[in-house]
């Protein structure tokens, strides 16, 4: 089985001052790890993903995510956030071999104020 | 190139009544993913279609059926609309060997 927690549903920060978005996982063998992007009444946008190598992943807008396996998390983070991040952020987990479901958290919504 | 495409964009159905959702893969992916996306909740995997076959099932009930046609489209069904069955239905495309899924802009329906 595998699951996804991100343990905060809202995350506040300055315009211009580092965010961190926090997710940890479960599988039972090694994961594959993602976050997306989710905008007002729009789908998913792929922002970045760990498959295996560097722990620390950089991804689109600036975004990157450090993978830390003893941890079991994959936070994101940015070091200057921009009020135009403000939208919903959702970390999903599929465990390596398994090639169709991918396990998702139930979103933390970042608002950044300028 | 364009991306993953959903449609309808909106949906308003009644309970009991039947709908299908349509999706086109982005070019080049083969694969098909469906999510259900409930109001301030996550995706929840529906099933996943590849090679025309369901591949891969979440917990979701049988009057959730779906297909893949030869030029890797599919559609999702839902039979017996409930009132619980009102959300965000999210298609995902994807290739063999690649293991980013690319998202469509979703189908909402409401079941009144």
């Known amino acids: 089985a595998q699951s996804v927690a991100q343990p905060e549903d809202q995350v506040n920060v300055a315009e211009g001052n580092p965010l961190t978005v926090k997710c940890t996982y479960s599988?039972?063998?090694?994961?594959?790890l993602f976050w997306y992007v989710q905008y007002p009444n729009r789908g998913l946008q792929f922002l970045l993903k760990?498959?295996?190598?560097?722990?620390l992943v950089k991804g689109s807008y600036g975004f990157e995510a450090e993978f830390n396996k003893s941890q079991t998390s994959f936070h994101l983070k940015k070091p200057s956030a921009l009020v135009s991040d403000s939208a919903l952020y959702f970390c999903?987990?599929?465990?390596?071999?398994?090639?169709?479901?991918?396990?998702f958290g139930d979103g933390t919504t970042l608002t950044v104020k300028p | 190139d364009a991306g993953v495409t959903q449609s309808p964009t909106h949906l308003i159905k009644t309970r009991g009544q039947q709908v299908t959702l349509r999706c086109s893969p982005k070019?080049?992916?083969?694969?098909v993913s469906w999510y259900q996306q409930a109001l301030g909740q996550g995706p929840q995997f529906i099933f996943q279609?590849?090679?025309?076959?369901?591949?891969q099932r979440g917990n979701f009930p049988d009057r959730f059926s779906g297909h893949q046609f030869p030029n890797y489209s599919s559609e999702l069904n839902v039979n017996a609309l409930l009132l619980g069955d009102s959300a965000l239905y999210l298609c995902?495309?994807?290739?063999?060997?690649?293991?980013?899924?690319?998202f469509g802009p979703g189908t909402r329906l409401l079941v009144l």
């Open positions: 599988v039972s063998g090694n994961p594959y």
């Open positions: 279609y590849y090679e025309e076959e369901e591949r």
């Open positions: 760990y498959i295996t190598g560097d722990n």
């Open positions: 999903a987990v599929r465990e390596v071999g398994n090639a169709g479901k991918s396990t």
């Open positions: 070019s080049g992916h083969d694969t």
């Open positions: 995902a495309s994807s290739s063999t060997g690649e293991e980013t899924q690319y």
